[in-house]
């Protein structure tokens, strides 16, 4: 690792203030994401800013919504009562990701800011338009078994690790930011950004912005709500596909609906047009798989995630049985 | 064998002699060890497959913070033993490790290309990322696939016809193809990678000009002594080595490796010792790996099961600059009836890092192929897996023509089909349901064979009647001291809390490297010697004594038991060991052994055997599988330690799961360089993914692989559980998946 | 899966960020350098005149942590770079807790940290300033081994033991935050540790052992 200067504020303000002034400087939370990237020399920040001491852990009710600090652990959210009670699909989506030790490190600000699992953008060796802008993707014509399927561009085709942010698309959680120009809310579906032609600006916070918060609206999807996750090990891997998938069903009829796909875009991947598809429409199997076909329209692979074009819908079916309590 | 107490100690689930030590976490590995005014070393890679280095700039990393020395080809301290010709004239056979440092070539991306060495490990690790490299690339062959054509025979088997890995035909050549029922499949595997917890490491120390010390991870103490001392042109006796805890090698610790003499090269040119870990992703380009593979299986039958002719060939990947090999075929050779087998062995160099052997190394591999075909054959034939492998069973080694040793192969194979429930295997693949997974049921054979070599072990005893055992072997995680103090015990007649089992040191009398299931055989057979012969001398003090009861007694007249020595038919009549000591006067009495094996090996054909069944779900939407439930049965001869070798069993089946389901490395072949090198993109088994595993041993003595009645467990522990999880997913979903490892992808 | 391309690739030769000991250079000027000569002359004047500015830098880049480890207390000056793993392993001669991955992928460094269960390779010292932190060398009481060890002795636990003290940490967690309830249950929650000689149904046996007797942990 560079060495770094480190410093520890216990006001946001202050947390705020210096990332906005330093060009170099960056926030620090759990540090399991930024650390691994800075052993490995994808980035390099000259000061990072431990956010820990800022009152931002606290997971509440607040004006209809659950509210989670920011520095709330993934760990600590997965169990916490609320959670479990109001939106058990975040609850589980949490848990389905990385280890129990990691859970009890990886704050929520940090997982949604977590960076790109792609290979290439690990090592520094090889190009990457993610990592050095206009080096190239290496992905495209490489080992793209792992990448999108969704949304993504010439210039990248990388996919957003998050398990939490799925749940979170699929649940119209909002993002509450502070920053150098005052609060702002972002819809978290808003809150990633597709490669485009700028790969390296992932998200649509600005310079010096600070996650404070993020709501879960209250709804009606905590009987019937399921993350399925498959991966090449039964746990402790990145997801190849996930699915949130939210149902509210009245005798047998699907009322409302969310959907959302993790493993497939470079940010979690909220499935609007599939959501409309159920709403209406009786609990079936053939339901779900209708759905999932509308899902995918658009979707195109690449040579090694071919796979993802069948294992997308069938996780998708899959999902949605286990919501509806068929499978 | 009449002396030889089976009852003891040897065969009961003793706790493991360093069991403390590792669950305080007081056990130091090679990396912990501590020494005044020691440096830190950090390997820096070439980031091309093939080439020269054009420059390398260095003037960043010398100039940071703690950095001591930035070492390279152009300023490292020569290495005297370095074969000084331009390399490689011709490919070396494996042993003759890559020349750290030695000229400009590049051979294999991350290939180290430079040593930084710093006071405190973050300023190496940080400075290490500063020096950068300039190069002249040339086109690298890296594709595996692409290549098969440019396999070639091994140059061991070129310069002698009789050598092993040359062609074998049995019967007539390629006799499958002109039979009417016979199946033709090809099977691919990944390069594997060993990947043991502990990442490899060694502190090196130049304690005089020409005297060096080295706390090295190896599987071969012996071996790593003889190769520093001819590389740094010093008396054997100069080079020490300590591997007392080893963190795990499963292979990649036999064999020395670049960043070891790299190491030593630092603390030469500094002066000082040098500590140096590799990071993970090092640990798939600078110690070996299990190479990729493509192998081609026809096998041909007569409709009531009886396999009429078996072709096996394979291709494995090496070096450009070594020459690996591996017995992957050895099993078509001997395992079943058939008159006719042709084998063809080739290897691919490609410009890629030397493979070394990984856990049931080319037999692994060999099996999966095989056991997959068997499978394939048995479901052409509509007869039962287990049926088709009973009825092509040998009495016999029919590639030696000799008889085996003992088999009891058959015993294990009905053993595990009774515990697994084989009976619910469905014949019509695709049948079996538990909820919305599919279940199916498979078998794999493994065998190994059963080595021993040369071993000696130095036997101490002590007046207070304790013994210390000594010898240059390795633990890296079988249990081999622990196995040891039973044989001692056993052999000697002392109770194995009063025996310590001293190894992992150049400085103990001579083992062969930890490798090939043969470590218990070898050592443990001098064990025994060196309590034999022990327990002589204390006879001969016993009898030479006047005033004893045992004057002119015979040593087969003797009993050796609980430290003491007695008259057989008049038991009043004992001495402590002790107090055959005191007696005499004797501070100490001490005797070295050494044990090899004998003519038996001409005579007999001697393997170990496994069968291992595995039970297996799969999602049929989500292509997961899951083992659910695993039973692995050996035929090894006599166990030493139920507990720890029921563990060993257990570790290979994990692996074998692992192999079958989860691991693969792969490259990027437009860089030559690997994409998944870490323990997030490559997937070794997690608890998750490990059901119970129930293991059988058929636990009956072989008296002519050992005195002990043992044979080797750590290889079979593998071989043959990829194939029995491929076949329970064939089972299972009427898909057969030739090219490991079974993921997802596959199965949708 | 073969993707070769005709000509081999070639590489970047400069990238566009900057090199980092210009960033440091950078950094250095904006950490009132000359404060720092003004407090320690020896020091900088020395490093001066060897021209290693870095070096400068180096010295004042020490940032002050107080830690209680096993019950001892520690206060240390550290380069806020350094891992709670590496002050372990490198600084305190605390070996016990191992270095399986250095990327939070292994479990091999797991510790409590004010008793949860954590990766100390993917967590700065500094950040855990003021914490309680146990490792494998803290868990037993005296010569008294933890019930945990004893099981994992018993129950033959490891192979090799290089995992098996973060086997050891998580499992001790895994009762204690109540995630041992059946053997699904504890895989799941011990799927953080890997243990690569492959004994995890016998780790799992230990668990279950130490949950059963009720013991506390
Ligand atoms: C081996 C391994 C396996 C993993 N597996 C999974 C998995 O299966 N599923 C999954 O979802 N994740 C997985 N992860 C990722 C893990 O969830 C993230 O590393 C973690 O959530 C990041 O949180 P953190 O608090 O540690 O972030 P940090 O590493 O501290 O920070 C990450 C980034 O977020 C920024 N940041 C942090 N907090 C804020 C804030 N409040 N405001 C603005 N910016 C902020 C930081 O500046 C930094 O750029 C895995 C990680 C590892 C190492
Ligand atoms: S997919 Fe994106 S992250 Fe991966 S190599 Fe291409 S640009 Fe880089
Ligand atoms: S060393 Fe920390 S998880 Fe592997
Ligand atoms: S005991 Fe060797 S890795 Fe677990």
Known sequence: ?327 | MKDYFFQDTIGKPMDRVDGRVKVTGAAKYSAEIELPNMAHGVLVGSTIAKGRIKNIDTKAAERAPGVLAVLHYQNAPKVPGYVQAAHPTEPKPIGQPHRVFYDDKVYFNDQPIALVLADTLERAHYAAKLVKASYEEEKHTTNFAKNTDKAILPTAAKRNPRHGLNDYVRGKEDAYKNEPLKIESEYVIPSEMHNPMELQAIVAHWEADDKLTVYDKTQAVIGTQNAFAREWKIPVENVKVIATYVGGAFGNGLHTWPHETAAIIGAKKLGRPVKLMLTREQMFTMVGYRPHAWQKVGMSATPDGKITAITHEAIGQTSSYEEFTESTLQQTRMMYTSPNVTTRYRILPLDISTPIWMRGPGEATGAFALESALDEMAHVLKIDPLEFRLKNYTERDPEKNLPWSTKFLKEAMLMGAEKIGWSNRPMQPGTLRDGEWQVGYGMGVGTFGAHRGRATVKATLYPDGKVVMQCATTDIGPGTGTAMVQIAADNLGVAPEQITFELGSSLFPPSPSQGGSATVASVGSAVRAASIALKQKLASMATGNADSGFRGAKFEDLTFQNGQVSLNNSPGTKLTYSDILKQQGLPELEVTEESKPGEERQKYSLYSYSVHFAEVKVHPLTGQARVTKMVSCADAGKIVNMKTAGNQMIGGAVGGIGMALTEGAVMDVRFGRYVTKDFAEYHVPVHADTPPVDVIFVDKPDFISTPMGTKGIGEIATIGVAPAIANAIFNATGKRVRELPITPDKLI | ?217
């Open chain 1, 1 to 327: 690792m560079n060495q770094f200067q480190y410093v520890r504020p216990t006001k946001n303000k202050a947390a705020i203030d210096t990332v906005t002034k330093d060009p170099n400087a960056t926030f620090i939370a759990g540090g399991t994401n930024l650390l691994d990237l800075m052993k490995r020399g994808v980035v390099m920040p000259e000061k990072l800013v431990d956010i820990n001491k800022l009152p931002l852990r606290k997971i509440e009710k607040e004006s209809g919504a659950v509210r989670i600090g920011a520095l709330a652990l993934n760990g600590v959210v997965a169990e916490d009562k609320l959670v479990l009670e109001k939106h058990p699909l975040l609850a589980q989506a949490l848990d389905a990701g990385a280890s129990a030790q990691l859970r009890n490190m990886a704050t929520v600000g940090g997982n949604m800011m977590q960076r790109t699992r792609c290979p290439y953008f690990y090592d520094t060796a090889l190009p990457c338009n993610k990592r050095e802008p206009g080096t190239g993707c290496s992905a495209i014509e490489g080992y793209n078994r792992m990448h999108a399927i969704f949304g993504f561009s010439d210039k990248c085709i990388a996919t957003h690790p998050s398990d939490m942010g799925v749940a979170l698309a699929a649940l119209d959680a909002t993002v509450l930011v502070s920053g150098p120009k005052g609060d702002r809310k972002i819809p978290f579906v808003d809150f990633h950004r597709l490669p485009g032609d700028t790969p390296q600006i992932e998200t649509n916070l600005q310079k010096g912005e600070l996650i404070v918060a993020v709501d879960v609206p209250e709804n009606n999807f905590a009987k019937h709500a399921h993350y399925l996750k498959v991966r090449d090990r039964a746990s402790y891997a990145f997801a190849l596909v996930s699915v949130a998938a939210a149902l509210d069903i009245e005798n047998n009829t699907i009322k409302d609906a969310r959907l959302a796909m993790g493993g497939v875009a470079h940010k979690p991947w909220r499935l609007t047009e599939a959501e409309k598809a159920l709403v209406g429409k009786p609990v079936s199997e053939h339901t779900f798989r209708q759905a999932a076909e509308v899902a995918m329209r658009g979707a195109r692979a690449f040579e090694h995630n071919q796979y993802k074009l069948k294992l997308a819908p069938n996780s998708i079916v899959q999902a949605l049985k286990t919501a509806a309590g068929l499978a």
């Open chain 3, 1 to 217: 899966m073969a993707f070769e391309k005709d000509c081999p690739h070639a590489l970047p030769e400069s990238s566009d960020h900057k090199p980092p000991h210009e960033a440091r250079r950078m950094f250095l000027k904006q950490s009132s350098i000359l404060t720092a000569f003004a407090l320690t002359p020896g020091v900088a004047v020395k490093a001066a005149d060897l021209k290693f500015e870095e070096k400068v830098a180096a010295a004042f880049e020490q940032v002050k942590v107080t830690l209680e480890i096993n019950g001892k207390k520690h206060k240390l000056s550290l380069e806020p770079r350094t891992t709670l793993l590496d002050l372990l392993r490198e600084r305190l001669q605390l070996t016990g807790t191992k270095k399986g991955c250095d990327y939070g992928q292994c479990g091999a460094c797991t510790v409590h940290v004010d008793g949860q269960r954590v990766n100390s390779c993917l967590t700065l010292a500094v950040m855990q300033d003021g914490k309680k932190v146990t490792t494998i060398e803290g868990l037993a009481d005296g010569d008294n081994l933890h019930p945990m060890q004893e099981a994992f002795i018993k129950h033959d636990g490891f192979q090799c033991g290089y995992c098996t003290p973060g086997q050891i940490m998580s499992a001790v967690a895994c009762i204690r935050e109540g995630h041992a309830d059946s053997d699904e249950e504890i895989r799941e929650y011990m799927s953080g540790n890997i243990c690569r000689c492959g004994a995890y149904p016998n780790i799992v046996n230990a668990i279950k052992e130490v949950k059963n007797g009720g013991l506390k942990v």
